[in-house]
């Protein structure tokens, strides 16, 4: 028999008593009962532990392509702004102009 098999006929076997687990539930089983009560909590255990450890890894990978990701933009953008740089006076008499003509046209048909 196996922990699960112990447990479930305590609670579904037994039709009055207590229904809860406590220290002597499995006492009551001897030796062998504690000792694979033991070995399933120590699997559990390491079955999570486990899951915690991949979910770190992979949310470590993600920082990583994110932060990559980051400096590929930045490196996108400061070649835009450094593109755009020389001709920023240009690009401002251009919305200067056309800031001027879209007034003039509201001002003739608004």
Partial sequence: KDVRDFVEKYFLDTPEGPKS???????????SVSKELEKALENWVASRKEGHETFIRLFEQWGKDFNKQLQEIEKLNNGFLKSVQGNLDYIEQWFAKKEREFAELFRRFG
Avoid: K, P
């Fill in 21 to 31: 687990l406590d220290t002597s539930t499995f006492l009551e089983g001897g030796e």
